[in-house]
Every structure is written in structure tokens, then in C-alpha cells.
């Protein structure tokens, strides 16, 4: 999964930036089809089977958009309830958990992990410094980005190459960490770690009690936002509306399933479902974790790169003087690619899905691009 400080390059590039022109008289619709099929159309070209969706919303409303196939070798274009891998993303809503239980009472953030682990995982530390929640959901842990012994794991099953966490067990992490040496205390820098945000998500799951990562997130919340759709273990309906996926190459891959780490990466959803994630976040919807949500949006930790910032989970990108942050997050899996993001000040917001390794980091731009469209004619 690509580190997500890449997007400020990206959005460089694409030379979008607000302008004075006037803004369109307010339309009940977001009307912005032809800019969001002329950033999409050039990414399916001499490609194979890739299916992308893109989803709008501001104060108006909100629209998704499906382009390419989700099928192999053709088949009907992705629509708002077509089911994609997430992959990092998931991290925005491991931590929203733990801003709930933060203000709940239940945990503090300078709480060291180890509280909430069993006693045979052992957590590395360096200069008598403990790894804390907050380390580990602000990618300060000094943790690596993934256990480097996984790669082992997958040599003696090659059959489950391009399914790397399935058979990673909780055993196997709490060995490693038993054996990690941290290159630097917790808390003096950034670097991002989905075995942080792993070990996160195992850490509040069993402080909350919840049966497993699963049913924490349906519970804290999916339920109460309604998003039906957002889940590690699919229904039958679901997967039937679940998008293969598809590897560099455009051949079909597996999904990826995880046996633990399920915070960092393990989520599936559709861009309804997130488009309603991104309408609490903007405030347009009102809940009762509103504040949590808010706390999660705050920039607590600078990174190397200088335009982006990291909240709990979500990053913070200043890609101008004086322009509107954007809080964003993306995502990627063996078969799959995903971009969330949105503006709080302008109240807009987008998410883009696609079902294809190809793409690379080109889903980015694209949802940075039409967030900039939307900015600009909100």
C-alpha cells in the first residue's frame, strides 16, 4: 500500500488550483460528468479489465459515475453498489474507533498498546519510550511498514503469493514484535506502518470486547451510519456484487484476506456506502460521533515532505499558500485501488474505486482532480 504523502506530487502536477472566475449558479445536481469522464476515459485506454466509479458529493447532493467493466473480459460498468477492496483506507476508520473511545472514556491516547494486548505480545520499545496509541495512529511508532518476516510466511505457501496476509497469524506478529528492534523512539518521527495501524485495530477490538475487527467496525461505525455494504466478510448478495480484481497485468488476482492486521487493510465497501462516510465527515450529515470524526481531521504530526500533515489516520495536504487543506486517504490491494478524500471549508468530497492494479497511483489524481473541479465550482 502506497504511502499516501505521494498525493501532494500528484496534485502538483495536474496544475489544478482555484480560480476567480465566478462560480456556476447553484445546481441541484452536481453537474460535473464531463470532468470527471475526461479524467477516467484516457486511464481505460489499452487497459484490461478495469472498472473505475467515481463518487461526488456536496451541499447539493451527491452522484456516482461508473466507467470500464467489472468482469473479465467485459461485462457492465461498476455503479454505487459494486463492491471493491478498500485496502488503506480501512486505517481512517480504525482510527475514528479510537477517537470514540477515546472521548468514551474507554482509552487514552498516550495509553501504551501493551495495555490492551495479552501478555505474550511483547511490544518493542527504544529509550525507555513505549509505543502509544497515538504512535501508532499518527505512523510515529517507529514501527516497519509491515512485519518483515510476512515475506517468509508466503515462500513456504506459494499458492497464496498474491494473497500475503491470509495466513498470517496473531502468533506469527506477536513472535516478530517479541524480536523487532525499533530504528528510532517512539513519537521523534514519521513513517508510515500498516503494521501499526494492524496492531491498532487488535488493540481496540479487544478493549471493546467485539467478537473480532469486523464486528467492532459494523458496530462503532458502519451500523450507525448505515453503511450496509462496508465489511470484512461479505454476504452472498455482496459477493455478488464484489468487483474482481485484477493484477499489473490485467490478469484476475485474489482478493486479499487477513487472518489478523485486519485494521490497516482488510475493509470492502462501495462508493455509496463511502459517500455516506464522507457526508458525516463533511458535516452534512449530523451524528453522534461528530466529534470524534473531528478530532481524527486535526493535523497532530509533520512529515518529511513538508505540504503534508497526518491526523489520527487521515492526511493533511497544503498543496498551496493559503489554500484549502484536503483530508484525504488512499488505498491499495493486490487487485484493487481507491482514493477518499474532501475539503471541510467548501464542503465537498470524493471517492474514486477502481478494481485494477494497473492504475497505479492515477486513481489519486483523478479523485485530487475533480476534488479541485469541485472546489472551484462549489
Known amino acids: 500500500m502506497r504511502d499516501a504523502i505521494s498525493l501532494a506530487v500528484g496534485w502538483l502536477a495536474l496544475g489544478l488550483s482555484a480560480t476567480s472566475a465566478e462560480p456556476p449558479p447553484v445546481k441541484r445536481t452536481i453537474d460535473i460528468g464531463p470532468e470527471i469522464e475526461g479524467a477516467v476515459q484516457p486511464l481505460l485506454k489499452g487497459k484490461k479489465d478495469v472498472g473505475i466509479v467515481v463518487g461526488v458529493i456536496d451541499r447539493r447532493g451527491q452522484r456516482v459515475f461508473g466507467y470500464g467493466s467489472v468482469a473479465v473480459n467485459g461485462g457492465k460498468a461498476p455503479n454505487g453498489d459494486t463492491v471493491f477492496e478498500i485496502g488503506s483506507i480501512t486505517k481512517v476508520f480504525t482510527t475514528l474507533v479510537l477517537a470514540q473511545m477515546v472521548r468514551d472514556g474507554q482509552v487514552k491516547l498516550d495509553d501504551p498498546v501493551k495495555d490492551y494486548l495479552p501478555r505474550e505480545a511483547q511490544v518493542p520499545r527504544r529509550d525507555d519510550k513505549e509505543i502509544t496509541l497515538r504512535h501508532l495512529a499518527t505512523h510515529t511508532s517507529g514501527l516497519p511498514i509491515a512485519p518483515t518476516d510476512i515475506r517468509w510466511h508466503v515462500l513456504v505457501r506459494p499458492s497464496d503469493w498474491d494473497n500475503p496476509y491470509a495466513h498470517y497469524a496473531t502468533k506469527q506478529l506477536y513472535a516478530f514484535l517479541a524480536k523487532c528492534q525499533l530504528p528510532r523512539a517512539p513519537g521523534d518521527s514519521y513513517e508510515y506502518s500498516n503494521l501499526g ?32 455494504d462496508t465489511r470484512v466478510t461479505l454476504s452472498e448478495g455482496q459477493r455478488a456484487r464484489f468487483a474482481q480484481g485484477h493484477d499489473d497485468d490485467g490478469e484476475p488476482t485474489s482478493a486479499w484476506d487477513f487472518e489478523t492486521m485486519e485494521g490497516f487493510g482488510a475493509l470492502r465497501s462501495t462508493a455509496n456506502d463511502l459517500l455516506r462516510f464522507l457526508a458525516a465527515n463533511l458535516g452534512l450529515t449530523r451524528t453522534k460521533m461528530q466529534a470524534a470524526l473531528e478530532d481524527c481531521h486535526k493535523a497532530r504530526q509533520d512529515t518529511p515532505d513538508k505540504q503534508v500533515r497526518v491526523g489520527l489516520g487521515w492526511h493533511v495536504l497544503n498543496l498551496a499558500e493559503n489554500s484549502e487543506p484536503i483530508i484525504c486517504h488512499s488505498g491499495e490491494t493486490g487487485g484493487a485501488r481507491a482514493f477518499l478524500g ?17 492504475l497505479g497511483g492515477k486513481i489519486d489524481s483523478v479523485g485530487l482532480a475533480v476534488l479541485g473541479k469541485l472546489t472551484v465550482r462549489r
Open 342 to 358: 474532501f475539503c471541510k471549508e467548501s464542503k465537498v468530497g470524493v471517492v474514486v474505486l477502481s478494481n485494477s492494479a494497473q
Open 197 to 228: 495501524l494492524g496492531l491498532l485495530g487488535i488493540a481496540l477490538t479487544r478493549r471493546a470486547e467485539a467478537r473480532n475487527y469486523d464486528e467492532l467496525i459494523r458496530r462503532r461505525v458502519a451500523d450507525p451510519l448505515g453503511m450496509t
